[in-house]
Structure formats: C-alpha cells, structure tokens
C-alpha cells in the first residue's frame, strides 16, 4: 500500500489506495460491491445550513450506477425559501469524492454529499455548495491565488449536574478528564470525524464552564486543518452531524448557540483563511505578514459590516457580540488580541527547531513552518450557513486584493493595545463598529450588496431574501429591550437553541 495512503484513517481511502479527490464512480461500486454496502444516502445543505438525508436500499449493479449517475429528484422549495412550490423540483448529484462510511447505521451504508441541479441540468444558482464554488472559481480567475479555510467549532454539552471535580467556573480552558467530562464525546467525534474525510487539527475543552439549576454546562471545541474553501465547509457540516448524533445517542444536550446565558462566554466559529499559490503560502514574506495578506484583511474588514448577514444570522447572535468579551465589536485587527474581529493568530514565521532544543539527542537543523501561518476572523457564529459565509468570506478578500487603498487601510485599522483601555479610548473612537442586530445586519448588507452580487457569486434575488428574512425578526432594539429581563433571554436562547 502507498506511504500516502497507509496512514489516512479514511477507509474508503485506505481501501482505494487513492486520495478522496480521485474518487471515480467505479470506485464507489468496486467499494459497495466488496464491502456489502446494503443502503447509500444522498446528503445535501438546506438554505437553514442543516444536512438533509435521502434513504436508498440498493437493489443491483444498475440501481447503485443508476442513482450514481442521474442523482434524484427533490423538492427544493421545502428546502429554499426563495423558491415556489409550482416549480420546485431539483436534482441532486453526488459528488463521488466526497463519499463516507456511515458510522450510526446499524446496516453498511455509504454517504454521499450531493449537489443540486435545474430541470436544465445546471447548478442551481443558489445551492450553497454552488455559491461557494462560483466564489472560489471567481477569485482564482482574478487573483492567480486558492483560498483555503478551516473552522474553530465550539459547543457546549449540557448533562445533569455532578458534584464530582468541577472546573472553576469560566476556567475550562484545556482541562483534562476528570474536570472535563466531554472528552470522551468530544475524542469519539474526532476519530469519526477523521474517518470520513475531515481533517482534524485537535479537540480540547474550552473556557465555558458553569453550573446552573440542575445542569452542568461545559464548552469544547474542534478545530480544523486548512483546505481548500470548498472542503472546509462540508468537514464542518458533517462534523456538526457528527456530534450531535453522538450527543443525541448518548442522552447529552449539544449546542452550537452564540450564547446561551449572560455573563458567560459565547461559542463563536472562528475561520481560519490563508492565501496559496500552488503549494506556497502567500500570507507571509521575508518572515512577516506579506502585503497579500494585509490586502485580504483590508477586504475582511471593509465588508465586515455585512459580513455579518451571513455568520451572525439570529438574534442571539448579537448577544454575544458585545464590549469586554473576547468576540469583537470593533472592526479593526491585530497579532495575537481576541478583541479584534481580524487575527493573526501566533505563528511560526521564521525558520526554527524547537524540537530539538525541547529533544537535545534530535540531530541539528531548522524546520520550516510557515506553512502554518492563518489569518483569524472571528465575529461568525454556529447559525451560520458555512458556505455563504465561506462564499462571503472569500468575495472580500478579493475585493481587499482590488482596493486601491487597502494597505493603507490595514494600517489605519491595526490595533496593538487593548482598546478598551482608557489610555486608548480615542482610538477606539476611530473604529467602526459590528452591527449589533439581524436588522441592522441586513441594512448594511443591502448597502454592500453590489459587491456580493458584481461576479454573480450571490444571485440579487438571494440577496434580497437574505436581507428579508434577517428583518423578519424585527429585533433592531432587542438588546436593550430584553437586557435585566433573564426571563425573556431564556425564551430567546431555548428559541435558537439548535441553530445552524
């Protein structure tokens, strides 16, 4: 067996002796044919984010090639808003490299994500997985460069209160068994997560840690590996699957809310995004950030405003986006500060070899990690749809890479102190701020909308339903509305409870 392949937990790929992406259809067969696949499932994102299933019990060689090759038909106006009932029907089609053993069946069944399709046979202008891939396929054009991303997915586990080794409260950052009694759940999701294509980074537990009522509240998160942008979304779509079936079977509550109580902290999805010409990384230059990167920066910020529309998308969301915290408010950016809505993450733009310092028998040499150097935006949250947000994500940074003013911007708005600090409060009187509401998100999204919509990555009617829907919930004021009502946040958090 290929080195490339011996050690990829992915059984499909271990099987195949091939990469994911040079899945073939043959090779989906060959694979159902030896292995006694009884059933295949067609996956594919609704407009609300949330994988939908499509059962089949495979009957013979022409079934299993037939349901490969033409897809099947669904009804897209139950799964879109923006599409009526008297012309609905789509189709979906499989993408063959995107193929899993499912791990809850009780049966050998494979998985499949799929695409959606016209009556025409094109790609419905406004399946996520087609607006992301329109986005990518546009910034490449123009830039020469491949966008990659990768997410922070952080949750809370919420199971009947124990007086056993408690975590100080709001102290939970990487704490081990026994203080943190998610990491069993949290290391199962890992190694499925793993086994069906994702690629995993870590898993720890983080800050959230509180008790209240009968309950035990406790926050984890995983976080991922760069990919391409395409791949980053359906490894967090199906890790969200992932963990909720896990959590679902063990009796456990799972979360990935904004925010479920006040003065606690909030679960954010943080992506990661780094800019690749071939196989170099373009974020760094003679051992610092490179123009590239503040370019795509300047864009992160200047469409942060609406940005919003799509990684902030229910009213708690902005309970989480408030002053003092560590999610931003302000938009501006900064190396290492979890105030910023824009991070650089500590790297490793040098060239070292701390192994061999921290391993005196290791032989000398440096290591080269640039690699690994990311740029961090953190005001999205799980009520994300991943790939519109992923999709919006990469419009601005090209359009950061198209502003006459960027670096120059990026230097206005670089921010090297706390900027809630006295000392600095005319500094952050300078900054823009994050909108504080679905409202005011839509607002600013239909003040930015030629910019989605100028390479036709967004559709304007998509748009505009977007810009609806986040107005539908008429919560312009809600903050101050409901800020010493803990009755009418609760209503609020139980209401998005499984948002995303």
Known sequence: MST??????????????????????ADI?????????????????????????????????????????????VDGSSLFRNIEAGSSDLYVIPRYRTAFINPFAEIPTLDILCSYYTK??????????????????VFKQHTGLNFEAMGELEYYLIQPRTELFHADDQRGY??????????????????????????????????GNFSLGDFDYEQNELEFMPVAVEDAADQIVISKWILRNLAYRQHINLTFAPKITTGKAGSGFHIHTRLMKKDENMMIENGGLS??????????????????????????????????????????????NRSVLVRVPLGWLGKANMAKDANPLEPSGEYDFSQKQTVEFRSPDGSANVYYLL?????????????????????????????????????????????????????????????YTRFGVFSSSFIEGLIQQLKSYNDKNLRQEVENNSEAILHLVEKYYHCG
């Not at 067969?29 to 939908?52: A, H, P, Q, T, W």
């Not at 094109?122 to 396929?137: G, M, Q, R, T």
């Not at 998610?182 to 720890?204: C, D, N, S, V």
């Not at 910020?301 to 915290?325: E, H, M, W």
């Open 174 to 207: 990487h704490e081990s068994t026994p203080f943190c009694k998610g990491a069993e759940l949290r290391r199962q999701a890992m190694l499925h997560i793993a086994q069906l294509g994702g690629f995993i980074k870590y898993g720890h537990s983080e800050v």
């Open 120 to 137: 025409e046979g094109i790609p419905f202008e406004d399946a996520p997985e087609n607006v992301l891939h329109k986005a990518h396929e």
């Open 4 to 25: 490339n392949t011996n050690l990829n937990p992915n059984p499909l790929v271990q099987y195949l002796n091939k990469p994911c992406s040079e899945f073939t259809k």
């Open 291 to 336: 123009n590239i990167a503040k370019r795509a920066i300047a864009g992160f910020l200047d469409l942060a405003p609406s940005l919003t529309a799509f990684g902030n998308q229910i009213p708690t969301s902005y309970f989480r986006l408030v002053p003092y915290q560590e999610a931003p408010t302000n938009i501006c950016w900064g190396d290492r």
């Open 391 to 451: 999709a919006g994500l990469v419009v601005a940074a090209q359009h950061g890479l198209e502003m006459s003013n960027a670096l120059e911007y990026a230097e206005r708005t670089y921010v090297d102190v706390n900027i809630f600090d006295e000392a600095h409060k005319e500094k952050l009187k300078g900054l823009q701020h994050l909108p504080a509401s679905c409202w005011e998100s839509a607002e600013q999204l239909q003040a930015q909308a030629n910019i």
């Open 29 to 73: 067969i060959r694979y159902v044919e030896d292995n006694n696949i009884s059933m295949l499932n067609f996956r594919y994102v609704g407009g609300d984010g949330r994988l939908k299933t499509l059962n089949f019990v495979i009957h013979d060689y022409q079934h299993l090639d037939t349901l490969l090759s033409a897809g099947e038909r």
